[in-house]
């Protein structure tokens, strides 16, 4: 039973366009999302995180939106740039008294020149 | 700069062997993970552990157990190694900030092939 979704495998975007990548989530305890960018042959790095509380959280060219009522949440870049193409997963976090994480599938985001 | 080591990038073992992947983290970090990545499935939670010696299982422990002695380190063990096992094994530190996401930082990753 997966708690966290990522529907799309893979989404291709022109360099300078808008990349919008989607996540579903089943659980209601998770108190915080977060979204990681994994390159190939490199361990994930921390992107950009958005509490439970808040429907909105922006970093530079990075947007999270949290939609609580339908369990979804999205991750907008723009403009999107070649350098961005990697693969993105979606995380819950839920506190458990250690933090439990639990990741998506991931997408992976081709960005073209 | 914070950095999360594994002690290696390629380990090949052979069915029934015991297994040790250790993980170490120099930013006096609470919690420690251990992940499998396989394609399609994303990263899966195999243990994970907020305070030394204490841990818990996460979605995948069966196969696995772990040792934390010390802070920094946090070993995982494969018992007896199978050929399922096989796969792409990342460990993970976090501050444990109840406040804040408390996001992970994040080892290069071991790639285990069990023949």
Redesign the interface.
């Known amino acids: 039973d997966q708690q966290v979704k990522q529907n799309s495998p893979s989404l291709s975007v022109q360099e300078g366009r808008i990349s919008i990548l989607n996540c579903d989530y089943t659980n209601s305890m998770f108190d915080y999302f977060l979204w990681y960018k994994k390159y190939p042959a490199e361990g994930p790095t921390f992107l950009i995180s958005i509490s439970s509380i808040k429907d909105k959280n922006e970093d530079g060219r990075f947007t999270v939106f949290l939609n609580k009522s339908a369990k979804h949440l999205s991750l907008h870049i723009v403009p999107s740039q070649p350098g961005d193409s990697a693969v993105y997963f979606c995380a819950a976090r839920q506190n458990t008294g250690g933090f439990k994480t639990i990741f998506g599938a991931g997408t992976r985001l081709f960005v073209k020149a | 700069d914070v950095k999360?080591t594994q002690s290696s990038r390629y380990l090949v073992k052979r069915t029934g062997e015991k297994v040790f992947l250790e993980c170490v983290q120099d930013m006096d970090h609470e919690?420690m993970?251990w992940?499998r990545q396989d394609p399609?499935?994303?990263?899966?939670?195999i243990y994970?552990?907020?305070d030394v010696k204490?841990k818990?299982k996460?979605?995948i422990p069966e196969g696995y157990s772990v040792s934390r002695e010390k802070k920094e380190r946090f070993s995982l063990i494969l018992e007896s190694a199978s050929t399922n096992q096989t796969s792409m094994y990342?460990c993970?530190s976090?501050l444990?900030d109840?406040l804040?996401?408390?996001?992970?930082?994040?080892?290069?990753?071991t790639r285990l092939t069990v023949l």
């Open positions: 999360v919690n993970f992940y399609g499935l994303g990263l899966r939670l994970f552990s907020y204490m818990e996460g979605d990342l993970a976090s444990g109840s804040g996401g408390d996001e992970q930082f994040f080892g290069p990753g």
